[in-house]
């Protein structure tokens, strides 16, 4: 059964720093890996997209990468923001039987400091 | 603007009784979901729907059951049988054609056993 694990589960940074989020799953077999912000008592925003057959994909200040074979996804957020404070949710989308099914991590909670 | 609406955003339930979570969508998605919540433990599936008139259980469907006379709408009852409801409920949609493409949530319905 595919799994997902976020490290860390949380992080704190000054405001203006660079920062990564991981993402890491046990079977490489999926279609799309997706990543949301969540803030608190809030729904799940969608923040990239990645197909199983790209390397990366960007919006802003945020970018996103996926190593399928190893089973890996970064965020990677750059200058943070006092606004980017949520937390980060990642989830793979995998084929065959229960494919519309996505699997989540538990996800990263960012805190920014001013 | 097309979304997801669930509806009420806070809903209390008391011991023994059915409850009904509303999800609408007007993006003209074939799929819809129901996700749970809770703290520490991320989400976790409970029903899905690939097209009207036809939904499969998720990972957690004991206590719950759904309906989905309308590709708009697939609500959501939490019976009696459920013993642990106090949760967060999430629902979802996507388009059923392709798996490229991502999933959209709704804000959420916080349940509450009083």
């Known amino acids: 059964k595919q799994e997902v694990t976020q490290i860390p589960a949380a992080l704190s940074v000054p405001e203006g720093e660079n920062l990564v989020l991981n993402c890491s799953f046990t079977?490489?077999?999926?279609?799309?890996l997706q990543w949301f912000r969540q803030d608190p008592g809030k729904g799940l925003t969608s923040l990239l997209l990645?197909?199983?057959?790209?390397r990366e994909q960007t919006s802003g200040r945020l970018n996103a990468s996926l190593d399928k074979s190893s089973g890996r996804s970064t965020l990677y957020i750059a200058a943070s923001q006092p606004g980017d404070s949520a937390t980060y949710l990642c989830?793979?989308?995998?084929?065959?039987?229960?494919?519309?099914?996505?699997?989540f991590g538990k996800g990263t909670k960012l805190s920014v400091i001013p | 603007d097309g979304g997801i609406t669930q509806s009420p955003k806070y809903l209390f339930r008391k011991e023994g009784q059915n409850v009904t979570l509303s999800c609408e969508q007007n993006?003209?998605?074939?799929?819809m979901y129901w996700y749970r919540q809770d703290p520490g433990q991320g989400l976790r599936l409970i029903y899905y729907?690939?097209?009207?008139?036809d939904f499969q259980k998720g990972d957690i469907a004991e206590g719950y059951s759904v309906s989905r006379e309308k590709k708009e709408s697939f609500p959501l009852t939490v019976t009696s049988a459920q013993k642990n409801p106090t949760a967060f409920y999430l629902c979802?949609?996507?388009?059923?054609?392709?798996w490229g493409y991502g999933y959209t949530f709704g804000s959420g319905t916080r349940l509450t056993v009083v």
């Open positions: 989830a793979v989308r995998e084929g065959g039987a229960g494919s519309y099914q996505l699997t």
């Open positions: 079977d490489s077999a999926i279609y799309n």
């Open positions: 979802a949609s996507s388009t059923g054609q392709g």
């Open positions: 729907s690939q097209i009207v008139n």
């Open positions: 993006l003209n998605h074939d799929a």
């Open positions: 990645i197909q199983s057959s790209q």
